[in-house]
């Protein structure tokens, strides 16, 4: 009995400084950020978790990978379109603002001009540049779609996916705020 009464002191002991070493480093984080914890009802917040500038939320796609900071006033929805391709938007209507995130599998080191024309069947490419998205080489450019105008897209490959950005031109300014936030998990 005397040695299970001191192993359970022990055994709180140790929780209870495992409980003060997380919430302190916890707290040091938040205050070096300014920042309160992301929510998100579309993201599970998890180990891969980070904290978000204020103002900002994060968005975790646990399997498609990633996690991107976006503004709070946005609003995410997600599309199924069958065969493991997925779309993510991220929308303030209020103030004609967004983008989207077009994830596909794709078994290719880079994009082919193949999947380029089946994806922009404009063939509109304009102002190619090399691009690195948390490690991943991509390329960004000037797009036009028939239904948009003109586009700003940004394209990378990682683990098996394509990721397609697309936003309007006039917000390219907004889209590069965001994509510095990008992380592969």
């Known amino acids: 009995m005397r040695y299970a009464f001191g192993t359970l002191i022990v055994f709180a002991a140790l929780c209870a400084a495992l409980l003060f070493f997380f919430n302190l480093k916890h707290?040091?984080?938040?205050?070096?950020?300014?920042?309160?914890?992301?929510?998100t009802s579309l993201a599970t917040a998890g180990p891969?978790?980070?904290?978000?500038?204020?103002?900002?939320r994060e968005y975790v796609s646990t399997p498609y990978k990633f996690s991107i900071f976006y503004p709070a006033?946005?609003?995410?929805?997600?599309?199924?379109e069958?065969?493991?391709?997925?779309?993510?938007?991220?929308?303030?209507?209020s103030d004609v603002q967004g983008f989207q995130i077009f994830i596909?599998?794709?078994d290719k080191p880079q994009v082919s001009p193949e999947r380029f024309k089946q994806d922009i069947?404009?063939?509109?490419?304009?102002?190619?540049?090399d691009v690195t998205i948390d490690g991943a080489l991509g390329a960004a450019f000037y797009s036009r779609d028939e239904s948009?105008?003109?586009?700003?897209?940004?394209?990378f490959v990682n683990k098996g996916?394509?990721?397609?950005?697309?936003?309007?031109?006039?917000?390219?300014?907004?889209l590069l705020e965001i994509l510095p936030s990008w992380r592969f998990i």
């Not at 891969?48 to 900002?56: A, E, F, I, L, N």
């Not at 069958?82 to 209507?93: C, D, P, W, Y």
């Not at 990721?163 to 300014?173: A, D, I």
């Open 104 to 106: 596909v599998p794709y």
């Open 161 to 174: 996916y394509l990721y397609e950005v697309t936003t309007l031109k006039p917000l390219e300014k907004d």
């Open 82 to 93: 069958g065969s493991g391709a997925f779309i993510v938007t991220f929308e303030n209507v």
């Open 73 to 80: 006033d946005m609003k995410v929805s997600e599309y199924d």
């Open 48 to 56: 891969t978790s980070r904290w978000p500038p204020d103002g900002w």
């Open 121 to 129: 069947p404009s063939g509109v490419r304009t102002d190619m540049q």
């Open 148 to 155: 948009l105008g003109e586009t700003r897209e940004v394209w």
């Open 27 to 39: 707290e040091t984080l938040s205050a070096s950020l300014g920042a309160e914890p992301a929510t």
